[in-house]
């Protein structure tokens, strides 16, 4: 069992749709990213998280440390937010990724 | 403010030739993280580095690889005689404190294709 889960591995959607992609992970951390791969390749990073939630735009992302979860929403998806999207749990030296989640939006 | 650069984007070796791939952080970052991305597969930590020191190297293969981070120029991760199953993109990502809960910031990758 890979130490960071991602669901789901791919997800289709029609544009304006409400989008959630879950993480859960079983190992400790210092805290949790979410980060989004272009089609061209390029990685950025979207948010780091230790507790609570936070919110940019219409990207919202959770954690409940206690359960070990975290979840990335996607409010009013649009097109242009189709790319792959990556948790990684950061342990005291490393980040471990979750396999990456495919998002498709179609108009 | 240029962020992570990565150089060259893209490389093409034959096997058994080397490849050197160039990482230079964003201004004020000492910390450099290499990752690797198989075709078809998620990204994978390599090693950890701060100038002049290797941190965590515990994802690298124990030959053939290596990497550096001198005190002045860019971090290196260099691959001697590479083999069909080094082709993968290489990231490099920077951050200004240490491990894995400070933000990186990627770079563009390098695209390495052994022929």
């Known amino acids: 069992k890979n130490e960071v889960e991602q669901s789901p591995q791919n997800l289709t959607a029609q544009e304006g749709e409400f989008i959630t992609i879950n993480c859960s992970y079983s190992?400790?951390?210092?805290?949790l990213h979410w980060l989004q791969q272009h089609p061209g390749g390029g990685i950025v990073s979207l948010f780091m998280?230790?507790?609570g939630k936070k919110k940019h735009g219409r990207l919202i992302a959770t954690i409940n440390i206690q359960e070990k979860h975290s979840s990335l929403h996607i409010t009013a998806s649009h097109p242009r937010d189709s790319a792959v999207y990556i948790c990684?749990?950061?342990?005291?030296?490393?980040?471990?990724f979750g396999q990456g989640t495919r998002l498709t939006i179609n108009p | 403010n240029a962020g992570v650069m990565q150089n060259p984007r893209h490389l093409v070796r034959r096997r058994g030739q080397e490849a050197r791939l160039r990482c230079s952080p964003m201004?004020?970052?000492?910390?450099v993280y290499w990752y690797r991305q198989l075709p078809e597969e998620g990204l994978k930590f390599m090693v950890y580095l701060q100038k002049e020191n290797i941190i965590d190297e515990s994802g690298m293969p124990k030959e053939r690889f290596s990497a550096e981070f001198p005190k002045e120029g860019p971090s290196i991760l260099r691959i001697q005689q590479v083999v069909r199953g080094d082709s993968a993109a290489y990231f490099c990502?920077?951050?200004?404190?240490?491990?894995?809960?400070?933000?990186?910031?990627f770079g563009p990758g390098t695209r390495l294709t052994v022929l």
């Open positions: 201004k004020g970052h000492s910390h």
């Open positions: 990684a749990a950061a342990g005291a030296q490393k980040l471990v």
């Open positions: 998280l230790s507790s």
């Open positions: 190992v400790g951390i210092s805290a």
């Open positions: 990502a920077s951050s200004t404190r240490t491990g894995g809960g400070d933000e990186q910031f």
